[in-house]
């Protein structure tokens, strides 16, 4: 009887230990896919206000594949200024998007960047990412958009799917090899960050 439950421990222990390794390299293999906000900060002036955040993004290996192939992908970045109310429902003082379109041109080898009218080319995708991945963003404001109060700041980015062509819009249902994006990074913007 001792000699097999002996076995049956050492089975189990066994058991144990390949399961948390499983766990441990599922861990990380999400870890090392997807968009993580590692900063981000509001300041406000007389009449504009500065985001500045900072992103790390990695690309699954489907998303580099098919980047790489020559279909360019869309990433959307959102913020939101929020005004809480305790008698309402919450304000949204500011909101506003950002799209960034990444692609690939097999001919010269270079992945370019796009922000709206403007475009840059880089070497390597690292690079490339580098630079999406720093946001710097100054905007106007109207006088008295921004009251000494208390708002909560949020911001995300994520690779929005709805860009992609129909066969991969098709292949991104419900695919975790083709969703990447981070989760809202929420912060206190104090009247000290806001000097109207």
Not at 137 to 142: D, Q
Not at 166 to 188: C, H, M, V
Request: glycine fraction near 6%.
């Amino acid at each position: 009887m001792t000699a097999s439950s002996t076995r049956c421990c050492r089975s189990l222990d066994w058991l144990g230990a390949l399961v948390a390794l499983w766990l441990a390299a599922a861990g990380f293999a999400v870890q090392a896919q997807g968009i993580e906000v590692r900063k981000a900060s509001f300041t406000a002036g007389e009449d504009y206000y500065v985001l500045e955040a900072q992103f790390d993004v990695a690309l699954t290996h489907t998303l580099e594949e098919v980047l790489n192939k020559g279909v360019p992908l869309y990433f959307a970045l959102e913020f939101e200024l929020i005004r809480p109310r305790w008698y309402w429902f919450n304000e949204r003082v500011i909101h506003f998007n950002q799209q960034f379109r990444l692609a690939y041109n097999a001919l010269t080898r270079q992945y370019r960047l796009g922000v709206g009218n403007l475009h840059q080319s880089f070497g390597s995708l690292d690079e490339a990412l580098e630079v999406m991945t720093r946001v710097r963003r100054r905007e106007e404001i109207e006088p008295g958009t921004i009251r000494r109060e208390t708002y909560t700041a949020g911001i995300r980015m994520r690779l929005d799917t709805s860009q992609l062509p129909k066969p991969f819009q098709l292949n991104a249902l419900g695919s975790r090899e083709w969703y990447i994006g981070s989760d809202w990074f929420r912060w206190t913007v104090t009247p000290r960050d806001i000097q109207q």
